[in-house]
T-cell receptor, first 117, second 117 residues
Framework: NAGVTQTPKFRVLKTGQSMTLLCAQD?????MYWYRQDPGMGLRLIHY???????AKGEVPDGYNVSRLKKQNFLLGLESAAPSQTSVYFC????????????????FGPGTRLTVL | AQSVTQPDIHITVSEGASLELRCNYS??????LFWYVQSPGQGLQLLLK??????LVQGIKGFEAEFKRSQSSFNLRKPSVHWSDAAEYFC???????????????FGTGTLLAVQP
């Protein structure tokens, strides 16, 4: 199993350009998440999905859109990139919480380093 | 609102020395707590988690953490640090505003560990 993979690994954009980050998981997980990681700020949730065809906003959703057309894929789009979106982006996936077992571990991809000039 | 605080931004220890990384949370009920490790250029990997029961939790790579309700803490410890432990460590708490249904996590800002030979 490859686990969680992210494409691309690195990307440089100019302000105003658009791009899509792809996250794929082969663990048949229902839930998927997109985070951004910035120095001194930890990981902040951008958007998440609890199933195919459903998405929801996280803590910092402005400037991003997402789609979950297939269970195994979660796409993060930047319609008009801004320098403030320079960051490392992580995707994660997991299974729904268990009634008696609490929250589950999230499995993370290796990240995409995005620079917006 | 729930939050996680990691007071130490950067810690340096000598190889073979003991380690304790601090984590404080805010939540009225029993929290779901996690410690993740991020090696340079990698995604996050789960070290251990706490939901209930024994307050001393054993994890991978020789790490353990102790849940102390009276101090709202979940500190990570290792008796003897190895050079390969140099990484960034994140404490996280389950976001329970929706009853945990979305399995969302709130991450601390991380502690960067350097290991001196």
């Amino acid at each position: 199993n490859a686990g969680v993979t992210q494409t691309p690994k690195f990307r440089v954009l100019k302000t105003g350009q658009s791009m899509t980050l792809l996250c794929a998981q082969d663990m048949n997980h229902e839930y998927m998440y997109w985070y951004r990681q910035d120095p001194g700020m930890g990981l902040r949730l951008i958007h998440y999905s609890v199933g195919e065809g459903t998405t929801a906003k996280g803590e910092v959703p402005d400037g991003y859109n997402v789609s979950r057309l297939k269970k195994q894929n979660f796409l993060l789009g930047l319609e008009s990139a801004a320098p403030s979106q320079t960051s490392v982006y992580f995707c994660a996936s997991t299974t729904p919480p268990r009634l008696a077992g609490g929250l589950n571990e999230q499995f993370f991809g290796p990240g995409t380093r995005l620079t917006v000039l | 609102a729930q939050s996680v605080t990691q007071p130490d931004i950067h810690i340096t220890v000598s190889e073979g020395a003991s380690l304790e990384l601090r984590c404080n949370y805010s939540y009225g009920a029993t929290p779901y707590l996690f410690w993740y490790v991020q090696s340079p250029g990698q995604g996050l990997q789960l070290l251990l988690k706490y939901f209930s029961g024994d307050t001393l939790v054993q994890g991978i790579k020789g790490f353990e953490a102790e849940f102390k309700r009276s101090q709202s803490s979940f500190n990570l410890r290792k008796p003897s640090v190895h050079w390969s432990d140099a990484a960034e460590y994140f404490c996280a708490v389950g976001a329970m505003g929706d009853g945990g249904a979305t399995n969302k996590l709130i991450f601390g800002t991380g502690t960067l560990l350097a290991v001196q030979p």
